[in-house]
């Protein structure tokens, strides 16, 4: 790992995703291509970044059935645990229509409507998540959206991986295609024969999802751009060094692009976890991901003392944030960016990943300095409701045609006036 001693956050302008123009080229050829040739094109890319012939793109139910039938019955236990945990969590976050009188013969509101139609991206490249198909599509549903609709890519057996079918069988989930990637993002946004496309796209994803996902925005919604899995640690002496190593390659494993980050006020503590980084990698069945993620992006950043280490994590504004401190909720405070802030020793980070029921769909790469998790707010829009009695505009009318006028919008001004009675005042 880096070691960062002067404070120089420099490396945080280079892991930029503008920074990656080679990828950005090739996934507007990608989403170019299918908006053009549909299926045919999809077809073609699952064979060259799959590997898979695909004879048909979406899945049967008999498929699903089948592939949940494979998923040993303590997985499928924990996988309905962690939906209630879920849905529990996000059930809170429901927002209700509203109207309020707020004066006499006004009448204001705002009316919550789901959208009609998302598309949730479950990654597959080098792992399966069942589990982002719960914290994708638990959201939607619980906000309202009729047609919630799946994508993932097929694994080696030429169908997606059964766990993320059985997860999906477990919240109610029917329709899924079996594409990934930047080829995916372009059919949910853009439609192709066998795929309509939809309202949003949610879902996080390696590097080609993320910017196909930003390449699209504008034609369709996305939530936020959840790429590459980040970790930051703030540390001091009290906490283990080897479940702070532990918690930094759990998320270098997940892609050669993750960034793990230790902020430590003890420069013996930091070498303690960096020697436990190096002993558990060659542990990890993924040590090529984890060691390509910890020794490209991987930084120890000194700090002369915690409050600091809250400024460096502003700066970083990382995905997950773990406070293993004697008396976290102090540095918690200081911390205004981070998607998802776990406190004290034994809130390790998968157990949000997994379990707990926040959401794990967390902006990445700095975005979390203005995007929060997801969540049911991600799948609801609001409409504003005005009421005004004839009383109320013969109240207020003179002042919005007076602000009409002034704005140089006689037909504004106009529309006002005709329903007003008695002497209308032109300036
Ligand atoms: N931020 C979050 O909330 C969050 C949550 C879960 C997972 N993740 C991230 O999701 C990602 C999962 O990555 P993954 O790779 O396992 O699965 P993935 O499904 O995101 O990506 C696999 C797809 O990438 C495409 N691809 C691969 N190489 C390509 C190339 N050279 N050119 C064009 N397209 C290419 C292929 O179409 C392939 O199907 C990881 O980065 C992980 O950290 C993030
Ligand atoms: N840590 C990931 C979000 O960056 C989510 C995840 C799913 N499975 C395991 N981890
Ligand atoms: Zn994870």
């Known amino acids: 790992m880096e070691w960062i001693k002067d404070g120089n956050l420099d490396f945080l302008r280079k892991r930029k995703v503008e920074a990656r123009e080679d990828?950005?080229?090739?996934?507007?050829?990608?989403?170019n291509r299918v908006k053009s040739g549909g299926d045919?094109?999809?077809k073609a890319f699952?064979?060259?970044?799959?590997?898979?012939?695909?004879?048909?793109?979406?899945?049967?139910?008999?498929?699903m059935i089948a592939a949940a039938a494979r998923v040993p019955k303590p997985v499928l236990q924990a996988i309905k645990q962690a939906?209630?945990?879920?849905?529990?969590?996000?059930?809170?976050?429901?927002?209700?229509?509203?109207?309020?009188?707020?004066?006499?013969?006004?009448?204001?509101?705002?009316?919550?409507?789901?959208?009609?139609?998302?598309?949730?991206?479950?990654?597959?490249?080098?792992?399966?998540?069942?589990?982002?198909?719960?914290?994708?599509?638990?959201?939607?549903?619980?906000?309202?959206?009729?047609r919630v609709v799946l994508v993932s890519p097929p694994q080696k057996n030429g169908l997606i991986a059964d766990g993320v079918l059985a997860a999906a069988r477990e919240i109610g989930i029917h329709e899924i295609y079996q594409v990934g990637g930047a080829q995916a993002i372009a059919a949910l946004a853009y439609g192709t024969e066998s795929?309509?496309?939809?309202?949003?796209?949610?879902?996080?994803?390696?590097?080609?999802?993320?910017?196909?996902?930003?390449?699209?925005?504008?034609?369709?919604?996305?939530?936020?751009?959840?790429?590459?899995?980040?970790?930051?640690?703030v540390a001091d002496d009290s906490a283990n060094p080897s479940w702070v190593a532990a918690d930094l390659l759990s998320q270098a494993e997940h892609d050669r692009l993750s960034m793990p980050v230790l902020v430590t006020n003890s420069e013996a503590?930091?070498?303690?976890?960096?020697?436990?980084?190096?002993?558990?990698?060659?542990?990890?069945?993924?040590?090529?991901?984890a060691s390509e993620s910890v020794h490209k992006q991987g930084k120890i950043i000194l700090t002369?003392?915690?409050?600091?280490?809250?400024?460096?994590?502003?700066?970083?504004?990382?995905?997950?944030?773990?406070?293993?401190?004697?008396?976290?909720?102090?540095?918690?405070?200081?911390?205004?960016?981070?998607?998802?802030?776990?406190?004290?020793?034994?809130?390790?980070?998968?157990?949000?990943?997994?379990?707990?029921?926040?959401n794990h769909i967390i902006p990445t790469n700095g975005s979390a300095?203005?995007?929060?998790?997801?969540?049911?707010?991600?799948?609801?829009?609001?409409?504003?409701?005005?009421?005004?009695?004839?009383?109320?505009?013969?109240?207020n009318g003179q002042a919005i045609a007076a602000f009409a006028r002034f704005e140089g919008l006689e037909g504004h001004a106009r529309a006002v006036e005709k329903r007003m009675k008695g002497a209308v005042i032109h300036e």
Request: proline content about 6%.
């Open 23 to 31: 990828a950005q080229q090739s996934v507007a050829e990608i989403i």
């Open 40 to 42: 045919e094109a999809l």
């Open 46 to 63: 699952t064979k060259q970044f799959d590997g898979i012939a695909l004879e048909a793109i979406q899945v049967t139910e008999d498929q």
């Open 83 to 146: 939906a209630r945990n879920i849905r529990a969590f996000h059930e809170k976050q429901l927002p209700q229509s509203w109207t309020e009188t707020v004066d006499q013969g006004v009448v204001l509101g705002q009316k919550v409507t789901p959208l009609d139609s998302v598309g949730v991206y479950v990654p597959g490249g080098t792992a399966c998540y069942p589990s982002s198909v719960l914290m994708g599509a638990i959201p939607a549903l619980v906000a309202g959206v009729k």
């Open 195 to 233: 795929i309509r496309p939809v309202n949003k796209i949610v879902g996080p994803g390696n590097l080609y999802v993320m910017l196909a996902k930003k390449y699209v925005f504008g034609d369709v919604a996305i939530d936020s751009l959840a790429g590459p899995s980040e970790i930051a640690v």
């Open 269 to 289: 503590f930091g070498q303690q976890v960096e020697q436990e980084v190096e002993n558990q990698l060659k542990e990890l069945p993924r040590e090529a991901i």
């Open 304 to 358: 002369a003392n915690l409050q600091q280490a809250a400024d460096v994590i502003n700066q970083i504004a990382p995905e997950h944030l773990e406070l293993a401190t004697r008396e976290p909720k102090e540095v918690l405070k200081f911390v205004r960016n981070a998607g998802a802030i776990f406190l004290g020793k034994y809130s390790s980070e998968p157990v949000g990943d997994y379990f707990a029921g926040p």
């Open 369 to 395: 300095r203005y995007a929060s998790p997801l969540g049911v707010e991600s799948f609801i829009k609001r409409s504003s409701i005005i009421e005004y009695s004839d009383e109320a505009l013969q109240a």
